[in-house]
């Protein structure tokens, strides 16, 4: 759903961040970014894959429309004529997460197929940060080359790896932690990101 923005508009409110699910494991990173954009008042749009639509249904409870709710828009894997699909649509940045080696090899390579890997790479071209929360293991060289491309050009490569030195209790807890530290990376602080400090 693409709608003309209002140049007004635009000055009131350019507090917003896009958010990326692909079809690799770890939907739930996705869903609790857009449930953090929220409760700090980030406007969020988000792009969801078809893939990640399947992961969605594997490894949660939750249906599509109810993660569509939690963003403030959703546009389409295949509009291409979307918001975010222009640099002009000023954002903070966006995250993808999480982010699948195929989107990671799409943006690493300047291969758009997609709105979200579209969306991404004008991110990196406007010069406002990318997240990449990459999700898979063990890694060939060819992943960790797309890596060291996605880099290159500016992406930060954030792969959800658990801090142990919080104590997490649940997997809340290890999610919550994962998605605070990629926000630190936006100066957004949650405030479920349990903080180092120093050797007790």
């Given amino acids: 759903m693409t709608d003309f923005h209002d140049p007004d508009d635009e000055r009131r409110r350019p507090d917003r961040m896009i958010v990326g699910i692909s079809g690799a494991s770890g939907s739930i990173y996705g869903i609790r970014l857009l449930q953090a954009l929220r409760a700090l008042g980030v406007e969020s749009h988000l792009v969801m894959t078809r893939s990640a639509e399947v992961t969605l249904a594997h490894e949660t409870d939750m249906k599509v429309a109810q993660v569509r709710a939690l963003a403030d828009a959703v546009h389409g894997p295949n509009d291409m004529g979307a918001?975010?699909?222009?640099?002009?649509?000023?954002?903070?940045?966006?995250?993808?997460?999480?982010?699948?080696?195929?989107?990671?090899?799409?943006?690493?390579?300047?291969?758009?197929?997609?709105?979200?890997?579209?969306?991404?790479?004008?991110?990196?071209?406007?010069?406002?940060?990318?997240?990449?929360?990459?999700?898979?293991?063990?890694?060939?060289?060819?992943?960790?080359?797309?890596?060291?491309?996605?880099?290159?050009?500016?992406?930060?490569?954030?792969?959800?790896?658990?801090?142990?030195?919080?104590?997490?209790?649940?997997?809340?807890?290890?999610?919550?932690?994962?998605?605070?530290?990629?926000?630190?990376?936006?100066?957004?602080?949650?405030?479920?990101?349990?903080?180092?400090?120093?050797?007790?």
Wanted: net charge positive.
């Fill in 83 to 200: 918001a975010p699909s222009s640099g002009s649509f000023r954002t903070r940045g966006m995250i993808v997460a999480p982010c699948s080696m195929r989107s990671l090899a799409e943006i690493a390579n300047g291969n758009t197929t997609s709105l979200l890997t579209r969306a991404a790479d004008v991110t990196l071209k406007e010069r406002r940060r990318l997240v990449l929360m990459v999700r898979e293991t063990p890694l060939h060289s060819g992943h960790l080359r797309n890596m060291l491309a996605a880099s290159d050009m500016g992406a930060v490569i954030a792969p959800p790896v658990p801090a142990f030195y919080a104590r997490p209790e649940t997997l809340t807890d290890l999610v919550d932690h994962a998605v605070g530290r990629v926000l630190d990376l936006f100066d957004l602080d949650t405030g479920r990101v349990h903080r180092w400090g120093g050797t007790p």
